[in-house]
Nanobody, 122 residues
Framework: QVQLVESGGGLVQAGDSLTLSCVSS????????MGWFRQAPGKEREFVAK????????EYADSVKGRFTISRDNAKNTVYLQMHGLTPEDTAVYFC???????????????WGRGTQVTVSS
């Protein structure tokens, strides 16, 4: 299991930007595909974005495409999620996830962080 710690969440207004960070404990960080999921109150956890081991491959949920950007810095064992044009519908707990095997949007045998709350007021 990989330990993941998210940070950067907070309370913002609609239209604002926020950047989330997720730091990994593993020294094999570049061997893991990384991703972000989110879970709003009363809803299931949903895929937001993923990034391949080298950072060249990225995929986004339709709901965030064009507004969110995922990136990683393998030298810092960190993955980021830049969020722009936030709306109240983006309010959720955002979770970082790591896996050596990803099939589509499914992270197999994943390691999860504890999440960071993002709240967007209208």
């Amino acid at each position: 299991q990989v330990q993941l710690v998210e940070s950067g969440g907070g309370l913002v207004q609609a239209g604002d930007s926020l950047t989330l960070s997720c730091v990994s404990s593993t020294q094999l960080f570049s061997s893991y595909a990384m991703g972000w999921f989110r879970q709003a109150p009363g809803k299931e956890r949903e895929f937001v974005a993923k990034i391949g081991m080298s950072g060249s491959s990225k995929e986004y949920a339709d709901s965030v495409k064009g507004r969110f950007t995922i990136s990683r810095d393998n030298a810092k064992n960190t993955v980021y999620l830049q969020m722009h044009g936030l709306t109240p519908e983006d309010t959720a707990v955002y979770f970082c996830v790591a896996s050596t095997t990803v099939v589509g949007q499914r992270f197999l045998s994943p390691s999860w962080g504890r999440g960071t709350q993002v709240t967007v007021s209208s």
